[in-house]
Structures are given as C-alpha cells and as structure tokens.
C-alpha cells in the first residue's frame, strides 16, 4: 500500500471508531483484563488506537512476542500457540511459557494520582497495595490530588531470582524505554532511582507503623512550547505479564475560564458551527464522567441546549477529570473537537475567535487606559 494512503488510515482510524463509543466514561472503570497475542503483527497499531479510543484498560501483550520480536512487530514466522484443544499442563494457551501461578501470588492493585505544584507541572505517585482500600486512603492524605481513573492496574509480582535483590520481588518503572507519541517539551523524572516497589512493602502496608502504601513518585513539568498532548508510556518491570503506566497530561494555555464565561464559550461554539447534537461526545472529551453525563440527561430531557448548557457549567467549574485534560481553557476545547472529529470548528476558533475570555479582554482594556492616561 501506498506510505501516503497507509498515514491516512493511521490517522482517521481513530476519529471515525469514536462515533460508534457511547460509553466512554464507563469503560475507563472497567477492571476487565485483555490480552493481545500479535500473530502476524500487523493489527496491533489498529488494536491500541480502538483500545484509547474507546477508553477501554491497557492491554497485556505477550510477553514472549514482546521480547522476541524487541515489541510487537510483524513476525510471520513467530511461533504462536497452535490452538491445541487441550493445552499443555502447566502452560496458558494465552500467554505460552507463561506457566501456572503460585497460589502464594496475590493480585495487587495500583493508582496513579496527579498533584498539581503549578501550571503545567505535577507530581505523579503510583501507588500499590493489595487491596481497593487503598484508594481511600490516597483520598484522605491527599485531598487535591486528582486520581487518573483510566489507570487502575491489577497484576501480580513475578517471582524473581534472589541472587539479584535482597529485598526480595520487586516492580521497577522503566524510564529508558522509546516512546511511540511525541514528547518534545515535557520532563519527567522519577523522584527515585531506580524507581523500583517492593513485594515486602506491600504485605506490612496497613500493620502498624506501616500506614502509607508504598509508591513512587515522577515529576512532570512542560515548557510553555511542549507538545499538547503527552502520553508517556512506563512499562513495569517484575510483574506477570506485560503491564505498563500511562501519564497523559495536556498542556494548559492561557489563563482558566469560570462560569462567567459560560455565554461567551456557548456563543463561540455556535459561530464556529458546532451541531449542539454532539454535546455528549464534546463534553466527554472534555473530561466529565459518564454518570454526570447521564444525570444531566436525566434532568434536563427537554433539549440538547440545555443539557449542552449544564456540561460546559460543570466543566468550568472543573469538575471529575476536567483537569486532567486541561482545564477549562480556550485551547483544551479546542483539542477536546478535535478529539471527536470537529476538526474544522477548532480550526475557525483558533482562527477567527479571541482567545480570552471576556474578563481578560476587559482588564486588558484597564490597564490599556491605565497606561494611556500615565503618558
């Protein structure tokens, strides 16, 4: 196929299966684990955009096919399980060489959270334990911290060699790794090096004195030309299986908008001919959750302009994951149409539309005249 035609598809694939996502939000709380087997390799691109796209968890590729091929390449020749209709004892006819699991292996859990320390910078902690308890003490030791709900791992601490720690089995978060997506402007570094939890940690995690879960934490900072968006991909180290973190941040621009520039910003999406129609996908991808979502349908049946009315409220008031992908700003608006398609509304925005809100606009004037009367 053409090289032309071929970056066509890679780049429309995504925009055109997101119409047929209604769930959106609900799937990012899914626990559901999936597996990825490449056979020949070629559908795995396609796999991962459909899989972010419609917000569905990471995936756990293969282990064997992953080192073999250095990632997941195009290998007719990988020798992939040959379907037997009784697998041999011992092995997964998902995951060959896998082997059986330790009864002693106990599934743990795992949240990343953002801590905002300014614009465009943050304090990402991963944190582990055995149980979902711990979510609620994140909640209660940090208050302002932001939980990324489209990252709640679940994965089990592979059995090590002893000879290479004393500490026993550990997972470490590997920062060496090439990345897929541009990440020009954005620095990250792990507070810790390596950056690495341990299995012991885990089990004394709620025993007296051991009352905070272990975790890691990574700086993210963004220079002010960084790329928009960032999707930084960790793979861990010293699990079952193929696990990896995702830090997603989108650079903010310019200062917050707030509910007095409600009128301003639905005025700005009628001139630029946004179909009022598609105001779930919008403000979905803005960052409201599904169930706001679904409450606002509820209570304001009567039309699409209200309910279109009451999400942008929310999303100036930054409510669920607003901040996570942005924050209520010219910029990240025009980033969420993208996201849905509306390319050609977030083009004339940038274009034709002022930037600032209308309180920027008036204190600009002020302290133009200030200035005016000064000299």
Known sequence: MDVKYTGQIHSSYPLTIQKYCYRKQKNFRLTVTCVYTAMDGVGYLFVEMAFEAFGLPEMILVEEEVRDRGGVKPDPDFSNVAYPEYPEEGKSALCPGSGSRSVRDTECRGWL???????????ATFSVAKEETHYIYIKRKHPHAKLDQRTFSKFIFAQQDSTFTSRGDYIELKFDTPQAKPTTGWIIKPHTVPCRIYRSDVDKFGQPPYFDPPSCSVSVCATPDAVPRLHYTIPMKGVVGYHTLNIKRTLIKGPFLDTGDLDYV???LDEAGFSQTKWKPLCDALGLY???????????????QECLRQCLVQWLERADDVDVRGGPTMASLCYSLEDIGEKIVADYIRKNINKDSPGIISLKKYIACIFTDIW
């Open 266 to 268: 639905l005025n700005t």
């Open 290 to 304: 599904f169930t706001t979502l679904e409450a606002i349908e509820a209570e304001y049946a009567e039309g699409v």
């Open 113 to 123: 959270f953002y801590e905002e320390k300014g614009l465009n910078e943050y304090v």
